[in-house]
Every structure is written in C-alpha cells, then in structure tokens.
C-alpha cells in the first residue's frame, strides 16, 4: 500500500477525533474538527452503524495513520508484539512508540510525527552517538537520541531549541534542552502512552 499524501485533515475527519497529524494547527482555530467536525464528502453527515469488522479495520487504520506507518511495517510490529508473554495490544503500542521517529515527535523536536520522520531521513540525528536515517529503528531503555552538531547550526533546531523549555516530555523520557538530546528511561507501560487508540479492535482485526 503506497503512503497517503493527501490532506491529512481528511483523516481527522473521517475518525471524528484530533489525531494531531498536523503539528501546531491541531491546536488552533483552523483545525479541521473545531470547523467541520462530520465525515468528508456530500454523504458525511448521514449516520451510519458500522459492522464489527468495520469498526476493527477503522482502530487498524487509525492506529496506522497516527503513527505514519505503512501496512506492511504495521504487520511487522504486530508479529513482533505477538512473541512472547504479555498483553498483544499493550506491546505493539510500546513497539510504535519506541520508534525513533515517535521519540524525536515525543521529545518536542518536531511538532508531528510526520515532520520528526522527515528530519530523522535527513539525517539530523543521532542513535547513541551514531548518525541515522532510519525513523523505524527502535529504541531501547538508556539510549540517547540528539541532534547532530551540524544540523544544530540550522535556522529550524535554533528556533525549537528556544522552545523547547516550554514543552513537556512523556515520564519515561528526559529532555536536555542546552545539548539538544534526550534520553529513553524505560519503555513505556500502556497508562504513559496517551493515544486515541483502543488496541483490543486491532488485536482482534489480526486475530480473524
């Protein structure tokens, strides 16, 4: 399945709930829920009653779609969460959050996980002081993740770097705004992840 590159306010939309796809006008006036809070298209406010395997495929999606991943990778994570003991639902979740692209997003590097996978392609920072561009690469507990000497010269880093001080970081993470870097305490349990998300559905969806 190709990315989506169409307007991701759409997806919002369709859901009925801020997926914050969109970085700071997520928060604004502009966003599309607070203007037209109904499905897109001439039919979007007609009232529908979904199957039970709608609803599924709808969380699968959704859960996808916030976390910018592609079905063939989401699938990967899902047989990943599968192995092992433990609940399948609260682990796929603490697989996509240990992404490098949803930690750079998490540390307030960028305002969306779509713009913290663009900066980690660039190659703007660095895995335990080793440069990489691969947004899927997953971190552990005690890895550091930082912005590259150079790219902190770039007008963008000098900008969220003033701005860092004013945001906040997940509990399992810190933040040390003068060396632009943060470090993973531990992964997350599923009470610290705060995502729109029921992974039961999506459990089930996988489960058929």
Same mark, same amino acid.
């Given at each position: 399945? #190709?990315?989506?590159?169409?307007? %991701? @306010?759409?997806? @919002?939309?369709? /859901? ?9 006008? @997520?928060?604004?006036?502009? @966003? ?10 001439? /039919? ?24 910018? %991943? *592609? ?5 990967? /994570? ?14 796929? !979740?603490? %697989? *996509? ?18 713009? #913290?996978?663009? !900066?980690?392609? /660039?190659?703007?920072?660095? !895995? &335990? ?8 690469? !997953? ?29 906040? %970081?997940? &509990? ?6 003068? &060396? ?17 998300? &029921? ?10």
């Amino acid at each position: 399945m #190709a990315r989506y590159t169409g307007p %991701v @306010c759409r997806i @919002c939309r369709r /859901h009925g709930l801020k997926l914050f796809l969109k970085g700071e006008r @997520c928060f604004g006036p502009k @966003c599309a829920i607070e203007r037209r809070n109904y499905a897109p298209g001439d /039919h979007g406010q007609r009232r529908r009653k979904l199957s039970e395997y709608a609803n599924q495929l709808k969380e699968k999606q959704k859960s996808r779609y916030i976390y910018g %991943v *592609l079905e063939r990778q989401f699938r990967k /994570h899902y047989a990943a969460a599968d192995r092992g003991q433990g609940a399948t639902g609260a682990k796929l !979740l603490r %697989v *996509l959050e240990s992404r490098l692209d949803n930690v750079v997003y998490r540390l307030g590097f960028a305002d969306s996980r779509r713009q #913290a996978r663009q !900066l980690v392609r /660039h190659g703007h920072f660095a !895995l &335990n002081g080793r440069r990489t561009d691969i947004p899927s690469a !997953l971190v552990k507990a005690s890895d550091t993740i930082s912005v590259m000497p150079k790219a902190r010269q770039l007008e963008y880093f000098k900008i969220v770097q003033d701005g860092l001080a004013r945001k906040a %970081v997940p &509990n399992w993470l810190t933040l040390d705004v003068s &060396n632009m870097s943060g470090q993973v305490i531990a992964l997350p349990g599923r009470d610290e992840i705060e995502v729109p998300i &029921n992974e039961q559905l999506v459990v089930e969806f996988y489960s058929r």
